[in-house]
């Protein structure tokens, strides 16, 4: 079974790129996704990427974490204000930690 990297998206991501560009950037959350997928292909990690704008939808696709904290103690750490940068910095994180399962 391979590995899988989630990627949960709240609400009004689906707006990325569209809404206030001067601030956010102009890339989609679609051309996200792409080049995370991009990453995790490479590597033979499978990709689990949503979004949703009601947050208790979000809250139940993890709701083993949510039980016990969100800074559970699989967490290696949190990337925060690097706009859509932070994801394909997150991806690479994730591919690259001791033990992940690589091709």
Known sequence: MRETIYVLNGPNLNLLGQREP???????LAQVEARCRELTDAQGVALD???TNAEHVMVDWEAEWRSKSIMTQVVTG?????GVH?????????LHRPGAARR
């Open 22 to 28: 001067e601030i956010y950037g102009r890339d989609t």
């Open 49 to 51: 990427f949503r979004q």
């Open 86 to 94: 932070g994801y394909a910095l997150a991806i690479q994180h994730l």
């Open 78 to 82: 949190t990337i925060a204000g690097l």
